[in-house]
């Protein structure tokens, strides 16, 4: 009997097996769901980043909203103060939240929902770009009262850099309008991040299921980035790539994939290709 193809979630954990469990759950025997995170998350250990993460707290008063790139920014970003969601919410600053998964860290962060800015549930996108006209109304306020937006990210660094030592890692199109909009960004690094280190063994078995035809699910180009450097010579033809981006899909498109689809990063339309796929 032949094997039902693959669908490898290449999202860093506890992410990765929780969408692993949810699709197997709509499935079912047509496809066998693999756990292969590609981002590894760890908490910044430099002093210099952790006593720069405690001070962001301290001066969230004078901050008019914290831009959280993605689900670990939330995640670390509370867990460096105790009782971090009440003293949030005994504030005045507006959490950003560009994606569903963000959105929903904050929620269990205990942030107030009111306090919250993300694209509705029916967005074409789940990115800046999305984010950014929900957001317009709160900078003339913003700038009246000098009062900055703190963003929120990680770092591939561990030790932080002596010129932009709060800068980080990742796209910026945010800042940057930000900053034209006459606003200050100050950036704090919560997490770091770093690609898996692999086994001879695991390399080979990721060989095995790239030559075959199985689909992988992209949600970050730079996952797609680490296992390019983890197998630099592989032929991807034979593999289909799931992208929830647009820029994401262009990356696997440079790779060499063979077949490369585009999707919405919710459950219910990420199954949904799937299936259509299978």
């Not at 289909?240 to 459950?267: C, D, F, K, N, V």
Request: with cysteine; charged share 20%.
């Amino acid at each position: 009997m032949q094997q039902a193809p693959a669908v490898i979630i290449t999202r860093p954990e506890p992410q990765a097996s929780d969408w692993a469990q949810a699709l197997q759950r709509e499935l079912g025997d047509r496809a066998r769901v693999l756990v292969w995170p590609l981002i590894e998350i760890a908490a910044v250990e430099h002093a210099a980043y952790r006593e720069r993460l405690h001070a962001a707290w301290e001066q969230l008063p004078q901050t008019a909203a914290a831009f959280f790139v993605s689900v670990p920014a939330v995640e670390h970003f509370f867990a460096a103060v105790a009782d971090a969601a009440a003293c949030w919410n005994a504030g005045y600053t507006r959490a950003w939240a560009p994606g569903r998964g963000t959105l929903q860290a904050l929620l269990q962060a205990g942030v107030d929902p009111a306090r919250i800015d993300s694209p509705p549930p029916d967005a074409a996108q789940f990115d800046s770009e999305a984010l950014w006209p929900l957001i317009q109304p709160q900078l003339a306020a913003a700038r009246q009262a000098g009062r900055c937006v703190l963003r929120v990210r990680g770092t591939d660094d561990p030790k932080p850099d002596a010129i932009q030592p709060d800068y980080g890692a990742g796209r910026d199109w945010m800042g940057e309008q930000l900053v034209q909009a006459g606003l200050e960004v100050r950036t704090v690094v919560a997490y770091q991040r770093q690609a898996p280190r692999w086994t001879p063994a695991q390399q080979e078995t990721v060989r095995t299921l790239a030559s075959q035809r199985n689909l992988w699910l992209w949600s970050s180009s730079q996952a797609l980035n680490h296992l390019q450097t983890l197998l630099p010579q592989q032929d991807w033809s034979q593999a289909t790539a799931l992208a929830t981006h647009p820029r994401i899909a262009a990356r696997a498109r440079e790779a060499g994939y063979g077949t490369i689809l585009q999707t919405r990063p919710t459950l219910h339309d990420v199954s949904h290709s799937i299936q259509s796929w299978l």
